[in-house]
């Protein structure tokens, strides 16, 4: 018994001063990558633990999680997951080297936001506007996304399928270049989340012409909802979770936990990751909402891509 405490006391040293990996499946500049480092930081700041932000893009998020899915489950390799690697994507039934719900602990959700549907200043100043070019032109919209499968991905050509129009799709490596190719004439719509999208709108680069939650934002009090823009139960959320690989033992997840809600209660990660996420959601209902999600989701992908199951 005592060579077991002594061992456990070991452990517990090594994996609070050893080097967390942070895992972020996805390039630079992302909304994803902005909020791991923020999580990074205030866990240095909260808990004195040197969290270290890898970013490995590719495969639209598999290769990131595919580490992840192979690391020990001791703690010091964690990920960001997200709607379109941790849920969209088995929805799309997309080839992927792991069983997304087999290969991973959630840990907790770190954020929860919309999209929002954004053209280039100076083109359209309302969604009637958007689509009604959309059916006088010979040639379909060109929506650009972050990637194939993410969330604007699917918002847009859910809307567009409701409204009986075609759309070239053009998925990029991130939010940052396919705002870039919109702002530059490259395109006539996306749909980024909030938090992606503020500093262009703010610069007078885009204008937002809906927003897909349940209600409209804080941030943007004028913009209304696509329910209320003729698109009634259009409801989409981009979400960001804390995730570990398979196995994790349970007190490294309490302790992660722990100091995780410290970091999201405080002011820095609220001008970090503006959002309605709740991390102090119970580890049973986070399961239950992951659930809800696949359900959701598994219905939405059906009605864009009938032939799925």
Known sequence: MCALLACRAVWAQAWSTEPIRLIVPYTLAGTTDAQARALASGLSKEAGWKVVVA???????SVGLEALAKSRPDGHTLAVGQTANMVIHQAMELPRPFDVAKAFTPITLLSRQPVVLVVRTGTHASLVGLLATARSRDLPLVMVSAANGSVGHLAGELMMKRAVLLITHIPYTGA??????LVNGHADFAFPTVQAAVPMVKAGRLRVLAVSSEGRQPQLP?????SEAGFP?????????????AGLPLGVQQTLRHRVLQVLKGPSWAD?????????MPQPELHRFL????????QLVREVFPGSR
């Not at 970013?55 to 998020?61: E, L, M, V, Y």
């Not at 004028?222 to 696509?226: D, E, G, I, K």
């Not at 139960?233 to 690989?245: A, E, N, Q």
């Open 291 to 298: 659930d809800a999600e696949r359900q959701h989701w598994r």
């Open 222 to 226: 004028q913009v209304p909802t696509l």
């Open 55 to 61: 970013n490995r893009p590719g495969s639209a998020g």
């Open 272 to 280: 970090a990751s503006p959002s309605d996420a709740t991390g102090a």
């Open 233 to 245: 139960g259009l409801v989409v959320h981009d979400w960001k979770l804390l995730i570990g690989p």
């Open 176 to 181: 940052a270049p396919a705002l870039s190719a």
